[in-house]
């Protein structure tokens, strides 16, 4: 028999001294948390080494649960820490040194561990999950000995491995009895909000397979099928006063059956228009999300249709299994945390971009902002300054719905020959993915995507290709982009870069949200004809970003940008500038009005020609020839200097 993955002889018997240590110490606080931050750390070290996934829960002081919600009492220390763990059960890992920045973080966290080649047999003795266990052997005889887990709220976790046998997740096999194999559950030494912790059961036993009957009463008889899924009858069948519940079973049915997100969204809210009064779309969207966030698709995973995401009223709540749990959409802070030591503030490229951060870069067509990216994660990958600035060494992945294969590979070829990088430099791609970030299925396969390379910097170009079918001026649309973006730089620590294009006013193109939601926005500026580029920052949250210029350098295969020295550090025109002045050179005497500038803008709009008029004239590359006042049109010339 395999065990793998039981655990060794030394890590059950830390796990107990340090229990035994802690209930001797009760009486004095400051060894009890001492002790209790010790053991936490080193047992959730303990599974990972054995390869079994961990992740925090929050911890639970005086019986309250520490995240802050007064109404989280029968989840209180059993759902994850979404401070630490944003996306849930899908951040666990057997890392180690993310596992101790954890727990170094917030030392008395409770351990989730996540079920996958473990599933755990759950026997709740008050939900009369011991009258139906007793039932069991009495019938099929005593379970095999395995790993056995006293819960801190009185009843048994069975663990056993699954050993390349599917284990369906079933919630009520029997009255107060589930089957785990999806999701986690809290680990020993876990707090309970009663005071007593999460134990191994006495006894050296190793890790066991179910037997043959157990296995067929969770999964069903062999041969035995589903019957379909029929939207008509998950719609008549919903109760009144059930409706929230209602709409997660028919969510889960649509996972299970794995229904695209985007039809699910659509079903779930013709589903919801069926109720009196019709529930908030937005509340029944965070459904969909949540499941589809969470849960993998496939026939085998099944929403418990006991747990209630939200509340009649619309409002949600967080009440659940331990294996079943969607994380809180946000979490309450107390002010003691502003005080505490706060990690140093780490960077990507210096004064520019760290982990969790989300840049853009907006541009005109012929601004060579695609070049300078790439230039940038040739730097980035090779820890070399970029433009004068510190890069830190990091796993580098690019995302193109644009270029395309055979002009990116061109372009990324030039660049690490430009800088005579090697062709085993940290940087992945892929190109015309159709990744698009209007729905949670497409941010999770970039989660995904980015976890599986280990990404640290990820440059996407270009934004609207992510957004496809969606209203660029539209906040509604695309906040929840960013949004996305965001959590997915915060969940992997790493730093996304999207590459966007300019309006024909010569701002960024789309809604205000886009710079509201970004930390770093810059404008890059150059002609088709110059090698120059001009960035100007036009928001930057972290660090005081100065404007800065770049040469660049094209040769056969080879290209790569330079910091380009002050006198060589010229003005850009913008778009509307360029107009402005080639129009005026253009008519006679280089002179024209107002209205035949505006009247005759092509490659820009009208408004943008007047003001690019009136900030040329600021400049003094313009001067105003007519003799002004009321009812006199306003004429233009160019300077001596530029004819």
């Not at 509604?476 to 996304?496: T, W």
């Not at 949200?513 to 926005?521: A, E, F, T, W």
Request: aromatic share 6%.
């Amino acid at each position: 028999m395999s065990t793998t993955h039981e655990l060794p002889q030394d890590v059950r018997d830390l796990i107990k001294a340090k229990l035994a240590n802690i209930k001797k110490n009760r009486t004095q606080k400051n060894a009890t948390l001492t002790d209790s931050a010790t053991i936490m750390i080193d047992a959730a070290l303990g599974y990972a080494r054995r390869d079994i996934p961990v992740l925090p829960l929050w911890s639970v002081v005086d019986g309250r649960c520490c995240c802050g919600d007064a109404a989280c009492v029968q989840n209180a220390g059993k759902h994850p820490d979404g401070d630490l763990v944003p996306h849930g059960v899908n951040d666990a890992t057997t890392d180690e040194k993310r596992i101790r920045a954890w727990w170094t973080n917030k030392p008395d966290s409770n351990i989730g561990i996540r079920a996958g080649k473990i599933w755990f047999f759950d026997v709740d003795p008050k939900n009369r999950g011991g009258e139906s266990f007793t039932k069991l052997v009495e019938e099929h005889g005593a379970l095999p000995p395995t790993i056995t887990v006293r819960t801190g709220g009185g009843g048994n976790h069975y663990w056993f491995m699954t050993n390349g046998v599917s284990i369906s997740q079933r919630i009520g096999v029997l009255p107060g009895i589930d089957a785990i194999s999806k999701g986690y559950v809290v680990a020993p030494p876990s707090l309970h909000k009663s005071g007593n912790r999460y134990e191994f059961a006495p006894g050296e036993h190793e890790l066991a397979e179910a037997p043959g009957w157990l296995v067929e009463l969770i999964n069903g008889q062999p041969g035995e099928k589903k019957p379909p899924f029929d939207t008509a009858s998950a719609f008549a069948d919903a109760p009144k006063g059930k409706r929230y519940k209602t709409l997660l079973s028919l969510t889960g049915k649509l996972r299970n059956a794995a229904v695209p997100y985007e039809a699910a969204v659509i079903t779930v809210l013709e589903a919801s228009r069926k109720f009196n009064p019709v529930p908030e779309e937005k509340n029944v969207t965070k459904i969909v999300d949540s499941v589809y966030g969470i849960y993998p698709p496939g026939p085998e995973i099944t929403i418990d249709p006991s747990w209630d995401a939200f509340d009649d009223d619309g409002v949600p709540h967080d009440q659940g299994h331990d294996a079943e749990n969607v994380p809180k959409p946000f979490v309450i802070h107390w002010a003691r945390e502003a005080l505490e030591p706060q990690p140093a503030r780490e960077w990507v490229i210096q004064d520019l971009i760290g982990p969790g951060d989300v840049a853009v870069t907006v541009g005109d067509a012929g601004s060579k902002k695609t070049w300078s990216h790439l230039d940038q994660c040739v730097c980035v990958a090779m820890s070399e300054e970029w433009l004068g600035r510190r890069t830190f060494k990091s796993t580098v992945l690019i995302v193109d719905e644009e270029s395309g294969e055979r002009r990116l590979k061109m372009r990324l070829g030039d660049c690490m020959r430009g800088h005579e990088a090697g062709a085993d430099l940290p940087i992945r791609f892929t190109t015309l993915a159709g990744i698009t970030l209007s729905c949670q299925d497409g941010a999770n396969f970039l989660h995904s995507v980015i976890r599986e390379t280990g990404a640290r910097f990820v440059m996407m170009d270009a934004l609207q290709d992510f957004a496809l079918g969606m209203d660029e001026n539209s906040g509604k649309e695309m906040a929840p982009v960013i949004h996305r973006l965001r959590k997915i730089a915060e969940s992997c620590q790493c730093a996304i870069w999207l590459v966007h294009h300019l309006n024909k006013q010569g701002g960024y193109r789309g809604h205000s949200s886009i710079k509201g939601l970004v930390d770093l926005m810059l404008h890059c500026d150059s002609d088709t004809t110059s090698n120059l580029i001009q960035f100007t920052a036009d928001k930057a949250r972290d660090s005081l970003v100065t404007p800065f210029t770049a040469q660049t350098h094209f040769e056969i295969g080879r290209f790569w940008l330079s910091e380009a020295g002050a006198k060589r550090a010229v003005e850009i025109l913008s778009r509307s500038e360029r107009y402005v002045i080639g129009f005026l050179e253009k008519q006679p005497n280089q002179t024209a009005t107002m209205t035949d500038i505006m009247g005759n803008a092509d490659s820009c709009s009208p408004e943008a020609a007047r003001r690019a008029v009136y900030k040329l004239a600021g400049n003094e590359k313009l001067v105003r020839v007519d003799a002004g006042g009321r009812g006199v049109l306003a004429s233009y010339r160019l300077r001596e200097v530029l004819l």
